[in-house]
């Protein structure tokens, strides 16, 4: 099954709270918060992780030449035993105080259809190539990407509650009141008990699929290099009631305008209920098997779909894929948008008529985990995982 390490953790050499230097992941940060967090610290990680702010080519020299400097200069170290990290986020969401464990560690690679690391959405080659170019830059990895098992009795639990007294080596409080602290694990045996507890389980990527493939890449360019055959994850329980995992909704424009008449046309596909001409609420928190929708003209509405047969293959159930084959079937679809933040693009959607707001229930982790066990993979843009491990809390060299 999987096979992780300990490594050599690469850390900010500073004591106490670490706030100013971290950041979420490369991919969930936009233009203008790139430009602040640049703003925060001059050894902030987004420095690395994405470069200078506002230049239309990245100089992969640059971040390379600033990782080894800040190494040189102290503003990193290099842990001298390996170490598993145990990781820990405390969120708010909705009004919901959540925590959510992980564990960093080393992941051997394989290629995939060969387990036990099993991917669940396709790539774009453009952040592969970027990516990878950070790697031969850095010959690090600057940030871990997000593994997952299913345990319903996680293994875990007691490690992971045994340092709830004890200091962590890292720690830092956001100005959002998120909390993130993290414990280095280098006792012998311990490192070998996690590695049989999670050695046994199966892991689907949830966010890194890119990153995945970049070392993989790598792998294949540096055949003889030491160290490549591994990469830095966060390995965690979906079944812990910290983890959220998110639709990803859709906005739709129509080559022609939507009428009352898409209604009535979705009323083939299962069974139609119309609930408003605004926006509605409860768009964005849908149950199983039931599409929402919201249009200009014909107001808001929701789809319930009809069960499908026991035998369907995972990813038919899913609503996400039902979205996508009933969709060609009653409007000319023009362009997608795929988005996170549907209820704050209600404004926009609610001034042309010709977009279609698409909502969509949460998939659950034990469809996800039979796709990807099945070498299938999800639509393209099907789900969001939170929380996001922060950037920065700990690094890893290719060694």
């Known amino acids: 099954m999987a096979k992780i390490a300990p490594f050599n953790g690469i850390r900010f050499g500073v004591s106490g709270d670490i706030s100013r230097l971290i950041a979420p992941p490369y991919d969930v940060i936009d233009d ?14 987004i420095h690395l992780t994405l470069g200078a702010p506002g230049s239309k080519q990245r100089d992969y020299r640059s971040i390379g030449g600033k990782l080894h400097k800040w190494l040189k200069e102290g503003t990193f170290h290099r842990e001298q035993e390996k170490s598993f990290y145990a990781y820990c986020q405390e969120y708010t969401m909705e009004g919901q105080r959540l925590k959510f464990w992980g564990l960093f560690a080393l992941l051997k690679l394989n290629e995939f259809g060969k387990g ?21 830059a850095t010959k690090a990895n600057l940030e871990p990407i997000m593994v997952l098992y299913r345990a319903p009795n996680d293994p875990m639990n007691m490690l992971y509650s045994s340092l709830e007294g004890l200091p962590p080596v890292s720690s830092a409080v956001l100005t959002n009141g ?20 999670i050695g046994k389980l199966p892991l689907v990527i949830a966010d890194g699929h890119h990153r995945y493939n970049s070392a993989l890449i790598y792998r294949r360019a540096h055949p003889r290099m030491k160290g490549v055959d591994h990469m830095m994850v966060l390995i965690g329980n979906t079944e812990q009631k910290g983890i959220r995992i998110l639709p990803i909704n859709r906005l739709i424009t129509s080559v022609t305008p939507i009428t009352l008449d898409l209604v ?25 098997n039931t599409l929402g929708f919201f249009n200009k003209k014909a107001g808001a509405w929701l789809v319930h779909l009809p069960p499908l047969p026991a035998k369907t293959a995972p990813r038919e159930t899913l609503e996400v894929t039902r979205l996508h084959d009933i969709l060609p079937q009653v409007i ?15 404004g926009s959607v609610a001034k042309n008529p010709s977009v279609l707001a698409c909502f969509l229930p949460p998939p659950a982790s034990s469809t996800i985990c039979a796709v990807a066990f099945g070498n299938e993979f999800l639509p393209q843009k ?4 939170q929380p996001k491990p922060q950037s920065g809390m700990v690094l890893r060299l290719i060694e």
């Open 178 to 197: 998120t909390r993130h602290r993290m414990w280095k694990l280098s006792m012998p045996h311990t490192r070998a008990r996690i590695q049989r507890m």
């Open 332 to 346: 000319p679809v023009k362009e997608i948008i795929y988005t996170k933040k549907a209820a704050e693009d209600i």
């Open 116 to 136: 036990p690391v099993y991917p669940h959405e396709k790539v774009h080659q453009g952040p592969v190539d970027d990516r990878y170019k950070i790697m031969e």
């Open 382 to 385: 099907s789900t969001f995982f």
């Open 264 to 288: 009535r046309d979705m009323a083939q596909f299962g069974r139609v209920e119309k609930i408003g001409r605004k926006f509605n609420k409860s768009l964005l928190h849908l149950p199983k």
């Open 32 to 45: 203008k918060e790139h430009a602040s967090l640049c703003k925060t610290n001059p050894t902030n990680i």
